[in-house]
Nanobody, 114 residues
Framework: QVQLVESGGGLVQPGGSLRLSCTAS???????MGWYRQAPGKQRELVAD???????RYADSVKGRFSISRDNDKNTVYLQMTSLKSEDTAVYYC?????????WGQGTQVTVSS
């Protein structure tokens, strides 16, 4: 069992930046770590993920603006978000996946508004 705790969300103006963090209760070394988001009235969608080997993938809507990274020694995964847009407003969830096991954090709200 892995518990995930997200932090770093908040209110930011369009064009601004935020860095989200997700810290696990145990080692994340074997897990693919991901960030998902869910806007009101929409389905949860993948934002970015990073495998245990460091390979990354991004949703087309965030390519070039967001960057995912991981620090296995700190059991933490990050999502650096820049050039934020109003359409990035959502609850952002951290995810850890390995084999048939999937764990979710409780989410952190990101609101992009002037």
């Amino acid at each position: 069992q892995v518990q995930l705790v997200e932090s770093g969300g908040g209110l930011v103006q369009p064009g601004g930046s935020l860095r989200l963090s997700c810290t696990a209760s145990g080692s994340i070394r074997i897990y693919t770590m991901g960030w998902y988001r869910q806007a009101p009235g929409k389905q949860r969608e993948l934002v970015a993920d990073i495998t245990r080997f460091g390979s990354t993938r991004y949703a087309d809507s965030v390519k070039g603006r967001f960057s995912i990274s991981r620090d296995n020694d700190k059991n933490t995964v990050y999502l650096q978000m820049t050039s934020l847009k109003s359409e990035d407003t959502a609850v952002y969830y951290c995810n850890a996946a390995y084999g048939g096991s999937v764990y979710w954090g409780q989410g952190t709200q990101v609101t992009v508004s002037s």
